[in-house]
């Protein structure tokens, strides 16, 4: 017997009723702020670094799915890849077999990954981090990690207990019994160290949350502090590993860093299949696995599927071939430098900083009397508001998708697919020149809209 199922013809007739499901089936906040803010679009297809709606207008992604979309949307390569394991009818997941796509993409990432031995595959960053986090409490026999002021490292228990945002661990307590250091503060590293119980530090070398890259020289010291003290470091490169900051991984920027365990996802999908990659060196993976009565003492139930582990080759060979980490370097510092340029000439414009295609623009408070009446008034209501002002009409009036860099933070995230061009450097500068333009006009619908979010944030009180 053959079940019929047509995924088009389900899309076409129920499609519409996105938002309406979403509010009824799932978290019920997302439709609410999109709706909110303006973002309620209907995006009927995407390709490269562009969504299109049912009218044929292009929507440019400067945020690829937080960084999901390292390639852009349906990379040719990329959906060849898994179009083929899919046809191969596989014998996956067996469990009791050694497929050799696992292995041929772990060796291939450990290419890319000078000092680093073995791989565990698992599904997301998240869960990345997780491994990282029991595979350095076993081998070093120390139960305290390290994490840094305002980091991120994802949302399960144990990621979530090296957050360094209240807002993502209020009422999830108790959690691992972890320690915040300030990011790039070695003296706090070297005081938590001598305590004799602390496993790792982990550490995002630029952190997602308001673009902040760790000082020259601090990965190094603190690597050298760490390993003096049995301890490991840990770096956290789900968002800026494959390229993204203009090198393979953002470590690999300071001379001499040499992480203990390394954690990327996101990019390494190609945008289709969930996957997170723990990279280690051969005396950790050892040390876990020591016996084949270990053997699956750490393990996940998809993780090495066939279809993950052809999309990572996919990835990796894209990168390779069209010399994605170099492109980087040269349309990031064309895009940083352009928008550094317009510091001088708006006074909401406080910095502009980050590596290769992570940049964050930062707000501040101007110095002109009736602006910096309205900015008062903005930051009295909430602090972010500014942000979210720009990120709106950069939506709804150029069709330009950005974010806001985390809750409270008057910056602004680029996070684009590693292929955007010229071209499109030049569309979001100028759409972001119009912006700053009627911010700096001193009325317009921008200072409308902030109104609306002053409502809403004092309303949410």
């Given at each position: 017997m053959t079940t019929e199922f047509d995924l088009g013809a389900?899309?076409?007739?129920?499609?519409?009723?996105?938002?309406?499901?979403?509010?009824k089936h799932l978290n019920p906040q997302l439709p609410r702020m999109l709706h909110t803010i303006g973002f309620d679009k209907v995006y009927e297809r995407a390709e490269g670094a562009h969504f299109f709606d049912a009218d044929g207008n292009d929507y440019l992604d400067m945020l690829a799915g937080f960084g999901v979309m390292g390639l852009g949307?349906?990379?040719?390569?990329?959906?060849?890849?898994?179009?083929?394991?899919?046809?191969?009818?596989?014998?996956?997941?067996?469990?009791?077999?050694?497929?050799?796509?696992?292995?041929?993409?772990?060796?291939?990432?450990?290419?890319?990954?000078?000092?680093?031995?073995r791989v565990f595959f698992g599904n997301s960053g998240t869960e990345a981090v997780e491994t990282a986090l029991k595979f350095a409490r076993y081998a070093t026999g120390k139960p305290r990690v390290l994490y840094c002021d305002h980091a991120f490292h994802g949302l399960t228990t144990g990621s979530l207990s090296v957050n360094g945002e209240d807002g993502f661990r209020d009422g999830f307590a108790p959690l691992l019994p972890d320690t915040a250091v300030p990011l790039g503060d070695l003296d706090a590293l070297a005081r938590e160290l001598r305590k004799g119980d602390v496993a790792a530090l982990i550490v995002e070398p630029i952190q997602g949350k308001g673009v902040h890259e760790a000082p020259p020289g601090y990965l190094r010291a603190a690597q050298e502090l760490l390993?003096?003290?049995?301890?490991?470091?840990?770096?956290?490169?789900?968002?800026?590993?494959?390229?993204?900051?203009?090198?393979?991984?953002?470590?690999?920027?300071?001379?001499?860093?040499?992480p203990d365990l390394v954690c990327v996802a996101k990019a390494l999908s190609?945008?289709?299949?969930?996957?997170?990659?723990?990279?280690?060196?051969?005396?950790?993976?050892?040390?876990?696995?020591s016996s084949m009565d270990r053997v699956l003492v750490h393990s996940a139930s998809f993780g090495s599927n066939a279809q993950a582990m052809a999309c990572g080759?996919?990835?990796?060979?894209?990168?390779?071939?069209?010399?994605?980490v170099a492109g980087v370097r040269r349309t990031g510092e064309l895009l940083k430098s352009r928008l550094t340029a317009l510091i001088d000439k708006y006074e909401l414009?406080?910095?502009?900083?980050?590596?290769?295609?992570?940049?964050?623009?930062e707000f501040g408070k101007p110095s002109s009397l009736k602006l910096r009446g309205r900015w008062t008034m903005l930051q009295a209501a909430r602090k972010g508001l500014f942000a979210q002002m720009v990120v709106v009409p950069l939506l709804q009036k150029h069709r330009i998708l950005t974010q806001v860099s985390g809750d409270h933070l008057e910056v602004i995230k680029l996070i684009p697919p590693l292929v955007i061009d010229e071209t499109d450097v030049d569309r979001f500068v100028d759409?972001?020149?119009?912006?700053?333009?009627?911010?700096?006009?001193?009325?317009?619908?921008?200072?409308?809209f902030g109104k609306t979010l002053i409502k809403q944030a004092v309303a949410n009180r």
């Open positions: 389900l899309l076409a007739e129920r499609g519409a009723e996105r938002y309406e499901l979403h509010a949307r349906h990379h040719p390569v990329v959906r060849k890849a898994l179009h083929d394991v899919l046809d191969l009818d596989l014998a996956d997941l067996t469990r009791f077999d050694c497929q050799p796509l696992p292995g041929l993409l772990a060796e291939r990432l450990l290419a890319h990954s000078p000092h680093l031995d390993h003096k003290h049995k301890a490991l470091l840990i770096a956290d490169e789900v968002q800026t590993g494959l390229g993204r900051t203009g090198d393979f991984y953002a470590y690999q920027h300071e001379d001499g860093v040499e190609g945008g289709y299949v969930p996957v997170g990659a723990t990279l280690g060196k051969e005396w950790i993976f050892k040390k876990v696995y080759l996919a990835v990796l060979s894209v990168m390779e071939n069209e010399q994605i414009l406080a910095d502009v900083r980050g590596r290769g295609l992570m940049i964050g623009i759409a972001f020149i119009a912006v700053m333009d009627d911010a700096h006009s001193g009325g317009g619908l921008m200072w409308d």
